[in-house]
């Protein structure tokens, strides 16, 4: 079987291939199957973002589909910035620039506590989907470290490791991330999905 990610975020694809990578099924991404469609993500939550998406590449494509929809919650700023992180301070902001920007906001700051939250949809052409949901707890710091990953990785300091997301090497942010944490919930989800014969 062969399941297609719907996102167009190369950063996302790379992660989530590794990860599921010991399953037995093909993973494509939207880019692989000519998928150029632009979808508004409207929802509230992260679930519903991940859910519109892998609904609308499912129904694209024909074939299974699998979204995510992930971000960054700040505690001192009311959970900002949400299910809006890939847009705060506006669309035209950089990675680098987005991090500035949230550096700026939380200037003099003494709470810094955050977390990342990853929501994982699978969609199936018969209409029905499955989710899973993931958490890494950290902290804001005041200067980026590190040059791996993207978004704000530079920095998110990862609880009890004493490094940023960046300064992880990719096989490490697996095992404790979010999204990884996310994925591997999803893996068990599908396979009981498998075994029960949904299609």
């Known amino acids: 079987m062969?399941?297609?990610?719907?996102?167009?975020?190369?950063?996302k694809v790379t992660e989530m291939r590794e990860i599921l990578s010991d399953l037995s099924f093909d993973v494509v991404s939207r880019d692989d199957m000519g998928i150029t469609i632009d979808v508004e993500e409207s929802g509230e939550t992260f679930?519903?973002?991940?859910?519109?998406?892998?609904?609308?590449?499912?129904?694209?494509?024909?074939?299974?589909?699998?979204?995510?929809?992930?971000?960054?919650?700040?505690?001192?700023?009311d959970g900002q910035p949400g299910v809006y992180s890939s847009s705060y301070g506006g669309t035209h902001l950089s990675d680098n620039e987005r991090c500035s920007y949230l550096l700026e906001n939380?200037?003099?700051?003494?709470?810094?506590d955050a977390k990342f939250v990853c929501n994982i949809v699978c969609f199936f052409?018969?209409?029905?989907?499955?989710r899973s949901e993931g958490e890494c707890l950290g902290e804001i710091i005041s200067e980026p470290r590190g040059n791996?990953?993207?978004?704000?990785?530079?920095?998110?300091?990862?609880?009890?490791?004493?490094?940023?997301?960046a300064e992880l090497a990719s096989?490490?942010?697996?095992?404790?991330?979010h999204r990884g944490n996310a994925l591997r919930k999803f893996v068990l989800l599908l396979k009981e999905h498998k075994e029960r014969g949904n299609r």
């Open 2 to 11: 062969t399941f297609v990610l719907a996102t167009a975020n190369h950063g």
């Open 47 to 77: 679930f519903e973002n991940a859910l519109i998406k892998a609904e609308a590449i499912c129904k694209a494509t024909g074939l299974p589909a699998i979204a995510d929809d992930s971000g960054l919650v700040v505690k001192a700023l």
């Open 106 to 112: 939380m200037k003099n700051m003494e709470q810094r």
């Open 125 to 130: 052409p018969g209409g029905d989907y499955i």
């Open 148 to 165: 791996n990953g993207f978004g704000y990785d530079p920095v998110f300091l990862v609880s009890d490791t004493g490094k940023t997301m």
């Open 171 to 177: 096989d490490e942010k697996n095992k404790i991330s």
